[in-house]
Nanobody
Framework: QVQLVESGGGLVQAGGSLRVSCAAS????????MGWFRQAPGKERESVAHISRSGRNTYYADSVKGRFTISRDNAKNTVYLQMNSLKPEDTAVYYCAAKYLDWGNGGSYDYWGQGTQVTVSS
């Protein structure tokens, strides 16, 4: 089992920045590709960003490309999502997820966190 705990969400004005973190425990963190997803009220969950096990490869949804940066610190068992130039439409619950020995937008993730709320005011 892998336990994932997100933190760092909050309220920010449009144009501002926020960094959310996801701390992992339970298994070897570097064996897992990591991803960030989000779900806004009344909408389906959507993929935001993904990072490979080493951190050398990343993928971003078009809606966040150039504004968000995913990174990881395998020594700290933590994955980050730096969000800049935030827009009201970025408002959602943000979830991190772990995928064993794989990474990327395709396929399913094995473990999920409980989510952290990000609210962007206009």
């Amino acid at each position: 089992q892998v336990q994932l705990v997100e933190s760092g969400g909050g309220l920010v004005q449009a144009g501002g920045s926020l960094r959310v973190s996801c701390a992992a425990s339970g298994r070897t963190f570097s064996n897992y590709g990591m991803g960030w997803f989000r779900q806004a009220p009344g909408k389906e969950r959507e993929s935001v960003a993904h990072i490979s096990r080493s951190g050398r490869n990343t993928y971003y949804a078009d809606s966040v490309k150039g504004r968000f940066t995913i990174s990881r610190d395998n020594a700290k068992n933590t994955v980050y999502l730096q969000m800049n130039s935030l827009k009201p439409e970025d408002t959602a619950v943000y979830y991190c997820a772990a995928k064993y020995l794989d990474w990327g937008n395709g396929g399913s993730y094995d473990y999920w966190g409980q989510g952290t709320q990000v609210t962007v005011s206009s």
